[in-house]
């Protein structure tokens, strides 16, 4: 058994997100997540101006930004008949090395897929020493007991085996309005 100020499920972009910035702000994180943290398939490509200022803070914009997305690759919308048919219309956009910085920002929009985001944060989250990344691993039950506390129960998915209980600090209970005093937000 762990105690954790929180515990997040799922180990994608917005939990791994999270994870790091909850982090950043000193708290004890457990990350859940029952894959093995490859992504084959994004459903992301892009990241906003917005996400981008955090990464900056995060400490991995030059990650993002070097990721191995070519900045002259043009990012125009084509519509056609098909692939080898007639161009309908062409919705003309800047690579990325053509595009602007905006003036509400020091930031611009960036690609960066899936595949490639998620490793980024993985490894600046755990580079944290109060987050724990748990791969393979399911979240079977969540226990809420009257004091608060919450018990996790999960299963490690390589081994099938049940894993001890992960007890969460009785610190947030979204019910009752105490998460934003409770990590002091």
């Known amino acids: 058994m762990t105690d954790a100020a929180v515990v ?3 180990g994608g972009p917005v939990g ?9 702000r000193g708290h004890e994180v457990v990350v859940f997540e029952s894959g093995d943290g490859q ?3 994004p459903r992301a490509g892009g990241l906003s101006i917005r996400t981008m200022e955090f990464c900056r803070r995060w400490g991995v914009l030059d990650e993002v930004r070097n990721c191995g997305f070519p900045m002259d ?10 692939l080898d ?5 062409r919705e003309l956009y800047p690579s990325l090395g053509e595009m602007p910085v905006p003036e509400e920002s020091p930031e611009r929009r960036q690609r960066c ?10 490894r ?4 944290l020493p109060n987050v724990r990344l748990h791969l393979n691993t399911r979240v079977d039950r969540v ?3 009257p004091d608060d506390t919450v018990i996790v129960h999960t299963t490690d998915l390589q081994s099938q085996a049940a894993s001890l209980p992960q007890q969460v600090l009785p610190v947030a209970n979204p019910q009752h309005g105490r998460v934003d005093a409770a990590l002091h937000m």
């Open 113 to 122: 897929p899936q595949m490639w985001f998620d490793p980024i944060l993985m």
């Open 85 to 89: 048919g007639y161009e309908l219309i």
């Open 16 to 24: 791994l997100s999270m994870a790091l910035e909850l982090g950043l």
């Open 8 to 10: 997040v499920v799922g």
């Open 143 to 145: 226990e809420e007991l």
């Open 39 to 41: 992504v084959d398939h």
């Open 124 to 127: 600046a989250a755990t580079r």
């Open 73 to 82: 690759y043009p990012l125009d919308i084509v519509f056609s008949t098909g």
